[in-house]
């Protein structure tokens, strides 16, 4: 069994990285897989949801209940768009169950335009949604400004159910392709029955946009359907990586009691995730996500090829159990060794990294747990442009994971 030794950089003083003191895990080292040390760059957040990083070095994070901040380069925090607190204070952000302000996102031209995305519920309208918000930062980072709603349709779940809470399931993860340029966002499926096979509308998808929210080119949606939708029938995704070399975004999302799914993607695709009741089956609140969809009573699956026998396969399925999957990115550069190249994979239920080795032909064929590092719930994983592994957890804390020579 391969082990990575693992250095540990215990943080005494919260906030700002960082006085390091290394303490060795011990055990035993692979020749392939990389040596590791952890680093606490920010703690005592409250549900940070993502990060994202410039090209000069200053980290963006979110909070799910209180908004966007930043982290400069020099290590000071400013909270720019959210509540009471930030330079700009957002009044139609709400936080609600697994919603608030998600992803964030900086685009591929930051350098000349400043732009900044953010995924939020709003109350902007009568109707509750989750949008995608576009945003410019200034050169020091104090505030934002020019927002514009790219995105303002993506459904939100208002009401609780017996299933879940209002505010459940609304995927929320932004990432932007750096082979085509273009913005994939992340939806859930509110826990309704008809929407994720519902191509009128944007719950239950990957959507892929330009940067102002239009259809890009090349979605090969199916006719009839919105032109923004790149894959749908998806139970709730929330995480999104691309492969390197071959740019293929590989969902990654959370199995409803059984199935944790990676799939890779492919323009037009369904997942085959279908909870609304075949005729004759009848499920609470017309939501069969948890019961069986169907007359033969089989579980409802996360990838139907009975119902759907084009449907995008899953690379991997953990086991055919549900950990939590959430988000995932690929790991890249020599640095990572054995790694280079593979899917890093987070759950939070499951409190662990799994890093799974992929073929050519997008499917898993073998998985590693990252072994020494705490038990946490893994909210999202980034590759830093400094060629380390950034972790948020939804224990307050932003890790980096570097590999250690
Ligand atoms: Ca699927």
Known sequence: MLIAVLAVCVIL??????????????????SKEPTLTRTNVLSGLRDPWDIAFTHDGV?????????????????????????????VVVDDLFCQGQSGMLGVAVDPS???????????????????????????????YTTVSNRKDIVTDIPYKSAGTIWGGAGAHSGGRIRFSPSDGFLYITTGDNHNGPLPQDLTRLGGKVLRVNRDGTAAPGNNTPAGGDPR??????????GIAFRPGTGQP???????????????????????????????????????????????????????????????????????????????????????????????VGFLRGSRIDILQIDTAGMATGHTTI????????????????GALYIATDQGEIWRLATHQ
């Open 371 to 386: 072994s020494g590092i705490p038990s946490r719930r893994m909210r999202s994983l980034v590759h830093g442009p400094d």
């Open 229 to 238: 939708i790149f894959t749908y029938g998806h139970r709730n995704v929330q």
């Open 13 to 30: 003083n919260v906030g700002n990285c960082c006085a390091e003191q290394e303490i060795s895990t011990g055990a035993s080292l692979s």
């Open 250 to 344: 590989f969902s990654c999302e959370h199995g409803p009691g059984h199935s944790d799914e990676v799939t890779p993607l492919v323009a037009g695709g369904n997942g085959g995730w279908d909870p609304k009741p075949d005729q004759n089956v009848s499920c609470i609140s017309n939501y069969c996500g948890y019961t069986s969809n169907r007359s033969d009573r089989k579980p409802t699956s996360m990838t139907d090829i009975d119902k759907f026998p084009t449907a995008l396969r899953p690379s991997w399925t953990n086991n055919g159990t549900s950990e939590g999957m959430g988000h995932c990115t690929f790991l890249s550069g020599k640095q990572w060794q054995a790694w280079d190249g593979r899917l890093a």
């Open 110 to 140: 930051f350098s000349d335009n400043r732009f900044l995305y953010i995924f939020m519920a709003s109350n902007l309208n009568d109707r509750k949604t989750n949008r995608v918000v576009r945003l410019v930062v200034d050169a020091g």
């Open 59 to 87: 980290m963006l994070f979110t909070e799910k209940c209180r908004g966007l901040s930043v982290r400069r380069a020099n290590g000071t925090i400013q909270r720019l768009f959210g509540t009471s607190g930030s330079a």
